[in-house]
């Protein structure tokens, strides 16, 4: 190819490029930092967890410190996910920021009953260090508490990156719009997916591959999906078997155990044992 044959194709492409798309909007301004979303996760985990994860022959610094680093990072990257706002009011960033740190406290009380859940139901775990360091379970929860927070104070996708990042480490996929309670874990948990308007109580267990989703969902005049509840709701001191499904607005009442592969589509009562036809009993 002659220069000038190179020179043309370039232009053309450059051209094509450069005229609008119905579906990617054009960016004329900045936009969420994948890297800096990751820091400030990076620095709340360092307030919840302090000493777990200093890095080698160093340590972190102060918790005052570190909330002079979180609070200008959440300030931009608030501002930036703002882009993404579609028919609602844009809040004052630092103002958000603000709300959010005081809230710090209480991802890191709801984190801690997390950390006990899981060590008091697995037997492997040998201390609560362990579950910190080493369980994915604590990875995707961090993400997700951190998130749920965010999402609660109306920021854009900002709370779904943060727990996409948590989905790509862990296989474990949680809506920041769901609502779940304190002592909640997951053994295991790759494949576990829990979806938007999910609501789980205090003292719920899922192992691997349980999936809480939606069976269908209503259009709107456009033919659009609308989005309104549609996903389960867990009572509190609930065990979730390895690969259930659960799909539907249905209730699964308090104190039951769903044994592993079932499929769920109805309301199941307080108290119940439900096992797959062919599981052993």
């Not at 200008?72 to 004052?92: D, R, T, Y």
């Not at 990042?165 to 296989?171: D, Q």
Request: a negative charge; one cysteine or more; glycine letters at 8%.
């Amino acid at each position: 190819m002659s220069p000038i044959d190179k020179s043309k194709t370039i232009a053309e492409v450059i051209k094509k490029l450069s005229q609008p798309n119905e579906y990617i909007n054009t960016i004329n301004e900045p936009l969420p930092s994948i890297d800096c979303l990751r820091e400030i996760v990076s620095l709340v985990r360092g307030m919840v967890f302090p000493g777990y994860f200093d890095s080698c022959n160093t340590q972190n610094g102060s918790l005052e410190q570190n909330m002079e680093k979180l609070y200008p990072l959440l300030v931009h990257q608030i501002h930036s996910g703002m882009f993404f706002a579609k028919n609602i009011l844009k809040k004052n960033a630092s103002d958000i920021a603000n709300d959010f740190i005081a809230r710090i406290p209480e991802i890191k009380r709801l984190l801690s009953t997390d950390v006990k859940e899981v060590y008091d139901g697995d037997p492997a775990a040998t201390s609560y260090g362990e579950v910190i360091f080493c369980y994915p379970a604590l990875v995707a929860l961090l993400h997700y508490r951190i998130a749920h927070e965010l999402h609660i104070l109306g920021v854009p996708v900002l709370p779904r990156i943060i727990t996409e990042l948590a989905h790509s480490a862990s296989g474990i996929d949680i809506h920041p719009g769901a609502t779940i309670g304190e002592y909640f874990s997951i053994d295991h948990g790759t494949g576990v997916v829990i979806g938007e308007t999910c609501i789980i109580g205090h003292h719920v267990r899922l192992y691997q591959g349980v999936t809480l989703g939606a069976k269908s969902f209503t259009l709107d005049e456009r033919g659009l999906p609308m989005n309104i509840p549609r996903h389960p709701i867990i009572e509190d001191n609930v065990i979730v078997y390895s690969n259930a499904t659960i799909l539907g607005r249905v209730t699964i009442g308090h104190d039951s155990i769903i044994g592993a592969n079932v499929w769920i589509t109805k309301d199941i009562p307080a108290f119940s044992k439900v096992l797959n036809s062919k599981s052993a009993i």
